[in-house]
């Protein structure tokens, strides 16, 4: 079992940076998946980015813009937000395949002027 907490959301501009953080508690390991996924109004949750033992991957809409990095011995994952546009503004969900998936509670970013 594993309980994943997120945090880090908020208000920015656009052109603006933010990190989120998710700690997770239970039994997790370096070969699990971790990783985020978004979900925006009126649409589809999809997935930002994952890493599982040093190997990441991006959704083409934030290749580039973001970085999915992971402390194993903290149980944490990050994802860092650069250059944020208006398109991103969603609830940010953490999410965990331990054999059983995992979701967080999700946190709102917001990018608006």
């Known amino acids: 079992q594993v309980q994943l907490v997120e945090s880090g959301g908020g208000l920015v501009q656009p052109g603006g940076f933010l990190r989120l953080s998710c700690g997770a508690s239970?039994?997790?390991?370096?070969?699990?998946?971790m990783g985020w996924y978004r979900q925006a109004p009126g649409k589809q949750r999809e997935l930002v980015a994952t890493?599982?033992?040093?190997?990441?991957n991006y959704a083409e809409s934030v290749k580039g813009r973001f970085t999915i990095s992971r402390d194993n011995a903290k149980k944490t994952v990050y994802l860092q937000m650069n250059s944020l546009k208006p398109e991103d503004t969603a609830v940010y969900y953490c999410?965990?395949?331990?054999?059983?998936?995992?979701w967080g509670q999700g946190t709102q970013v917001t990018v608006s002027s």
């Open positions: 999410w965990a395949n331990s054999g059983r998936i995992s």
């Open positions: 890493i599982t033992l040093g190997s990441t």
């Open positions: 239970g039994s997790i390991f370096s070969f699990n998946p």
